[in-house]
T-cell receptor
């Protein structure tokens, strides 16, 4: 098993653009969480999805949205990018009965210019 | 409000010395506590969880509900322990949100 995979690994956008980040969970995991990690800080919770439904949302503006597909993969979308959105975006999957035990991908490094 | 506090950004110890990484939390219900670790050029991974009560790589952590703490300890630090350590909290039942502290960088000197 390749573990949690994320794409793209790096990307550069300009202010006002939108971005879509993708995540494939570990086989058998039905829950996907998204985190934003800014340099020097811990991961900040954005969303959690289970069975294609949003189960938790962090303190992020409506420019951030996500969805989960029938195969449990997930997308994170960010609209109207701001300089402050520059960060490492982490995806984590978990088996629902052990929701706190997260398996992380390597992240997508977003730079907004 | 849920909060995880790691008061030390950087902790530097000599090889063979004991190490303690501090974690305090604030949570109104029953939490499950975790320690995650990120070694250089590796992804963030689970080190241990309080429910398991196990020792991983010589590390242990005890949940102190009275002091709302979950400090990570190891009696004899090794150079390979140098990494970024994050304390995390998740609701024990019915919850889906795991929150993380800001992290402590442990540097073990030879």
């Amino acid at each position: 098993d390749a573990g949690v995979t994320q794409s793209p690994t790096h990307l550069i956008k300009t202010r006002g653009q939108h971005v879509t980040l993708r995540c494939s969970p570990i086989s058998g995991h039905k829950s996907v969480s998204w985190y934003q990690q800014v340099l020097g800080q811990g991961p900040q919770f954005i969303f959690q999805y289970y069975e294609k439904e949003e189960r938790g949302r962090g303190n992020f503006p409506d420019r951030f949205s996500a969805r989960q597909f029938p195969n449990y993969s997930s997308e994170l979308n960010v609209n109207a990018l701001l300089l402050g959105d520059s960060a490492l975006y982490l995806c984590a999957s978990s088996a629902i009965h052990r929701a706190g035990e997260l398996f992380f991908g390597e992240g997508s490094r977003l730079t907004v210019l | 409000a849920q909060r995880v506090t790691q008061p030390e950004k950087l902790l530097s110890v000599f090889k063979g010395a004991p190490v303690e990484l501090k974690c305090n939390y604030s949570y109104s219900g029953s939490p499950e506590l975790f320690w995650y670790v990120q070694y250089s050029r590796q992804r963030l991974q689970l080190l241990l969880r309080h429910i398991s009560r196990e020792s991983i790589k010589g590390f242990t952590a005890d949940l102190n509900k009275g002091e709302t703490s979950f400090h990570l300890k190891k009696p004899f630090a090794q150079e390979e322990d140098s990494a970024m350590y994050y304390c995390a909290l998740s609701p024990l039942t019915g919850g889906f949100k795991t929150i993380f502290g800001a992290g402590t960088r442990l540097f073990v000197k030879a």
